[in-house]
């Protein structure tokens, strides 16, 4: 089972991307797909997670609630992140996160998004 990143690039500050995650594989369920980020030097940091039981919950960081919105389809295990109003501080290598319900988690190989006039 892989989780597969797509979209990413340069966008300038103000500006939108959007960056989307599928699940390669056969897996039965998930509990969580979500988005991490990552600058050189640093951690990595959740982003924003969502997860659907009975019903859509997602969660965000401070640094991108009101920017940043995810949405997900379950049966297909697909997640996107729409970025709004970028800011250079969003500049990052951004992941793609599964954790299963046996508690693993599966990361993507991430995918560049630079925010740059």
């Known amino acids: 089972v892989q989780v597969v990143e797509s979209g990413g690039g340069l966008a300038q500050p103000g500006g939108s991307l959007t960056l989307s995650c599928a699940v390669s594989?056969?897996?039965?369920?998930?509990?969580?797909m979500g988005w991490f980020r990552q600058t050189p030097g640093n951690e990595r940091e959740m982003v924003a997670d969502?997860?659907?039981?009975?019903?859509?919950?997602?969660e965000y960081s401070d640094s991108v609630k009101g920017r940043f919105t995810i949405t997900g389809d379950g049966a297909k295990k697909m997640v996107s992140l729409q970025m709004n109003n970028l800011k250079p501080e969003d500049t990052a290598v951004y992941y793609c996160?599964?954790?299963?319900?046996?508690?693993?988690?599966?990361w993507g190989r991430g995918t560049q998004v630079t925010v740059s006039a």
């Open positions: 996160r599964l954790r299963t319900w046996a508690g693993s988690d599966i």
């Open positions: 594989g056969s897996i039965f369920g998930y509990y969580l």
């Open positions: 969502y997860r659907s039981l009975r019903e859509e919950v997602t």
